[in-house]
């Protein structure tokens, strides 16, 4: 199957879809002017994707922040991802910031409404200045 | 953005339709008498309500501001020419 590549932007995230690679992942910031119109290519894919699923999938979600419109529609995506567990071993990751209070309620909240094992995961952000730091000139 | 002793107070402002009116205000009503509870509930139905495909129009932006501020939405509409309104609200998030 061939994979989903969506490039972030300034106000959309980066979805990488990809079985071959078994990397299924969703970063970055989530705040299209239109979030129907932008998540329906990735609904089909999934829809396409359930037909078929690997055996065992991991899915990550690695969202910094989203408004509303696009939470109804991130919840599509994990309503289907509840489906393609029917067929198959399926993990979704949900990462949030140790600060958001925000991301990290809203993942208890979707934990609430699917089936599918789910994993709330807490980084802590590096400051930008260290990472700086690590290169060699 | 304004900041006062222990809140930040934030309003924003736009212009709508006159025939909205109404219909965002009874939503503003319905949802600012909403307890916590009732809140985290409608926020799950719409996630789920099938038939919803656009939750604009369900003031689920409203329902998330109440569950994330603590703070009923103060509002106001006034009327600009026969087509036109002002809608501002107001709601504020206390410093910790």
Redesign the interface.
Known sequence: MEPLIIKATEDTPEIIFDPENEVFEISNVSLPENA?EFYAPVIDWLKKYKKNPLPKTVFDFNIEYL???S??QI?ELIFLIDKINEHSDVLIRWHYDAIDE?MRSLGV?FT??VKVKFELVEYEKEEDDEEEDDYDF | MGQTEDEYVLTSGNYIPNEYVADVKERLDIINDMDNNEL?EY??K???DQN?????KTG??FV?MRL?TYRKIAYDFKEVDDKYSFFTLQTSVQIN
């Open positions: 129907i408004n509303t419109a939470s109804k919840f925000d909240r609430h409404l | 985290n926020f799950n719409i996630l789920l919803v495909i656009d939750p604009k689920l932006g998330d994330k």
